[in-house]
């Protein structure tokens, strides 16, 4: 099975992310495929690498970059979300990329499924 997974919420205000990042974890402990995952509307603030968390803390960026290199996922931000933000090729984490909505379409036709994080 695979799960494509949308990410709507920031990582630091909001539960959504840890959650959806949780959530892929365990779907590829389980041995399912997660592809791909999206980060719209206050999602895109994920991608930032100029977060910098105490040491105590989680670095989300670090942690989905951390993911998607050891498991192949695509990580996209959406590039209307992304501008109305700020965020810019140039402040991406690693192993993310600006794209379109089109990819979010994309998931909901090839995937088995798509989840859902945050309002």
């Given amino acids: 099975m695979q799960f494509g997974i949308l990410v709507n919420e920031g990582p630091y205000s909001h539960q959504a992310s840890d959650s959806a990042y949780l959530f892929a974890r365990a779907a590829i402990?389980?041995?399912y495929k997660v592809p791909r995952v999206f980060f719209?509307?206050?999602g895109v603030y994920n991608a930032s690498r100029l977060a910098t968390p105490p040491q105590d803390d989680r670095n989300v960026s670090a942690r989905w970059s951390k993911l998607a290199a050891d498991h192949g996922i695509d990580l996209v931000v959406c590039v209307a979300a992304a501008q109305r933000r700020g965020i810019t090729d140039g402040v991406l984490g690693d192993n993310f990329r600006i794209s379109g909505l089109?990819?979010?379409v994309e998931m909901?036709?090839?995937y088995?499924?798509?989840v859902t994080f945050g309002d």
Avoid: F, M, P, T
Wanted: charged share 35%; proline share 0%.
């Fill in 108 to 110: 909901g036709i090839q």
């Fill in 102 to 104: 089109g990819q979010l």
């Fill in 40 to 42: 719209y509307h206050d």
């Fill in 29 to 31: 402990e389980k041995g």
């Fill in 112 to 114: 088995d499924r798509l």
